[in-house]
């Protein structure tokens, strides 16, 4: 394991050229970036080295262009910032509160298994319910809760070592016209469809399970037509930055 | 957080012009708080460098138009996330217009020799905006490129500005996976040495 660990080092240049390739290799990287602080320094400082290549290869861009963008500027909604928490000691009263949206979690998978009626059904929310757990039994797992713009909070258990992350919401209102709440991933590389929210039950949507997730990547949630959609169509109702 | 001082421990290249990237810095948070004068002035900074590194990748004038259009609205619709801390604005920018120059790239592979061929019967006024301003910063890359070994320029430069994957670099070159990785980390490494770390 050693000499994979080396190698894996070595991948910083790479990577700071974008030249790492989406996949496995990538995805342990990142991982490894995440444990290793002279790897994200070292990254750092040779993505500034690729800044100045790009900043050498500068040319005069198409003089028209200016005007589109600003105009499309002054269209364009921009996107919130994100609330990522600085490493800090937690206050204790937070501790509680995640122990707290576990438990209403694992109370509502209980209750999933409780509503199926056929045993292939019960096969299926079993599994499920047992992914769920492990993410929220993952020793990294990490609360976020954030209200939505049309009311209503969502609440996300993400386990970034298992790559998967379980969300659940409260007091979101029935989308209009059999439209669907549909979940993204949005990364930096590209936004991938996390699967459709499923209708509420007593006011309480979830939880439902979301994986492969990549460094990077926020969960946004969209109203979407019936069915979903291969690539969001509207402007995200919550936006949650990942760990 | 504003006025803001700048952060001692993050490191960053001595710039060609360290005022001028402090002030860039400050343009953008202004502009994630919704300052569309100040997108104005990041426009005006950022818009050459991100056309001309899409451009390296890209190739084709029109879809690298298409390309820097779109990475400098994401500028503007992203703003709010720049984080100081963590990097320049130059950084941040150029990371974004790279990344997508090469999503573009990726995802057209399929399409590329139907582009290439419609590309032939451009108008060669496209290519006016080759034309640039000789930039201190070019001097200066040019300077410390030169100081690499030609294999690793060649990797670093196959791997940036061709937009190729290092496996791809690998299979151009002939060269084992590994020797790659390592050539382009240490070109990188001396190049950084070589450009100065403030």
């Known amino acids: 394991m050693k000499l994979l660990r080396h190698d894996l080092h070595t991948l910083t240049g790479v990577y700071a050229l974008d030249a790492l390739a989406p996949g496995a290799e990538h995805d342990r990287f990142i991982r490894h970036v995440r444990r290793c602080q002279a790897c994200t320094a070292e990254v750092t400082g040779l993505r500034e080295v690729a800044t100045s290549l790009a900043l050498a290869a500068a040319a005069e861009p198409p003089a028209a262009m200016r005007a589109r963008v600003l105009a499309a500027v002054g269209r364009t909604r921009q996107l919130p910032p994100e609330m990522r928490s600085r490493p800090k000691p937690r206050p204790s009263g937070f501790r509680l509160s995640v122990a707290v949206a576990v438990a209403a979690l694992v109370a509502v998978a209980v209750l999933a298994i409780a509503q199926v009626n056929t045993s292939r059904q019960l096969n299926q929310a079993r599994r499920q319910s047992q992914a769920i757990a492990a993410v929220l039994s993952a020793p990294d797992a990490r609360i976020l809760a954030k209200p939505t713009t049309v009311g209503g909070v969502t609440t996300v258990v993400v386990s970034p070592a298992r790559r998967e992350l379980v969300i659940s919401a409260s007091g979101l209102p029935v989308p209009p016209g059999g439209q669907v709440y549909e979940l993204w991933l949005i990364g930096p590389p590209r936004v991938r469809s996390a699967g459709l929210l499923p209708a509420a039950t007593a006011g309480h949507i979830g939880p439902v399970l979301a994986t492969g997730l990549v460094a990077g990547d926020e969960l946004g949630v969209t109203v979407e037509p019936a069915g979903g959609t291969s690539q969001p169509t509207t402007t995200p109702i919550v936006v949650l930055p990942l760990p | 957080m504003s006025p803001r001082e700048p952060d001692p421990s993050r490191?960053?290249?001595?710039?060609?012009?360290?005022?001028?990237?402090?002030?860039?810095?400050?343009?953008?948070?202004?502009?994630?708080?919704?300052?569309?004068?100040?997108?104005?002035?990041?426009?005006?900074?950022?818009?050459?460098?991100?056309?001309?590194?899409?451009?390296?990748?890209?190739?084709?004038?029109?879809?690298?138009?298409?390309?820097?259009?779109?990475?400098?609205?994401?500028?503007?619709?992203?703003?709010?996330?720049?984080?100081?801390?963590?990097?320049?604005?130059?950084?941040?920018?150029?990371?974004?217009?790279?990344?997508?120059?090469?999503?573009?790239?990726?995802?057209?592979?399929?399409?590329?020799?139907?582009?290439?061929?419609?590309?032939?019967?451009?108008?060669?006024?496209?290519?006016?905006?080759?034309?640039?301003?000789?930039?201190?910063?070019?001097?200066?890359?040019?300077?410390?490129?030169?100081?690499?070994?030609?294999?690793?320029?060649?990797?670093?430069?196959?791997?940036?500005?061709?937009?190729?994957?290092?496996?791809?670099?690998?299979?151009?070159?002939?060269?084992?996976?590994?020797?790659?990785?390592?050539?382009?980390?240490?070109?990188?490494?001396?190049?950084?040495?070589?450009?100065?770390?403030?």
């Open chain 2, 11 to 198: 490191p960053r290249l001595a710039a060609a012009d360290p005022d001028g990237d402090q002030e860039l810095d400050d343009l953008l948070v202004r502009v994630g708080r919704g300052d569309e004068a100040a997108f104005e002035a990041v426009y005006d900074r950022l818009a050459g460098p991100a056309y001309g590194i899409i451009r390296k990748v890209v190739r084709d004038p029109g879809q690298s138009e298409e390309v820097a259009q779109e990475v400098l609205l994401e500028v503007w619709r992203c703003a709010a996330r720049f984080d100081p801390a963590l990097g320049s604005a130059a950084t941040w920018a150029m990371t974004i217009a790279h990344r997508r120059a090469i999503d573009r790239v990726r995802s057209a592979a399929a399409a590329t020799q139907r582009e290439q061929k419609a590309a032939a019967f451009r108008s060669p006024a496209d290519d006016v905006a080759e034309a640039v301003e000789a930039s201190l910063e070019r001097e200066r890359v040019r300077r410390c490129l030169g100081g690499l070994t030609e294999a690793q320029r060649e990797s670093i430069t196959l791997a940036y500005y061709g937009g190729h994957s290092y496996l791809e670099v690998a299979t151009l070159l002939g060269t084992a996976l590994g020797t790659i990785k390592t050539r382009i980390r240490d070109g990188l490494i001396r190049m950084r040495d070589c450009l100065g770390v403030s």
